[in-house]
């Protein structure tokens, strides 16, 4: 999917946290809530982070020890590859056009693979 380039609707996975607004999903300049030591916060790479898919979304929880906090949701953004990269493994950036809230991201964390996220890039083409 990322070498189809980067104007091509695609669907994405988040775990987006319950202490700021969803609507922030749709702002491709929103802050990480963490800066790397060699970066400004005004130069962070454009788009929001999130996973290509469900497994790359666990693996990356269990990679960086992700602490999901009561009220987290499950989020699938659908949106364009950001052409900035995502400095964590597994993680790329996005340019969200729209999201939809899955369920709760402990549930899904713990059940894995309870909710199921229907692929509906076909509606995209």
Known sequence: MISSGYHKYMNFVRIHSASESLETLLN???RDGWVASDEK??????????????????????????????GDVLVRLVGRLSADRDRDQGAVRAIVESYEVIGDARDWFSHEGQ???????????
């Open 115 to 125: 909710f199921e996220i229907v692929d509906d890039e076909d509606e995209f083409n």
């Open 28 to 30: 491709p300049a929103r």
């Open 41 to 70: 916060a005004e130069s962070q790479p454009r788009g929001i982070s999130c996973c290509l898919e469900e497994d790359d979304l666990r693996s990356y929880v269990r990679m960086y020890s992700m602490a999901i906090q009561p």
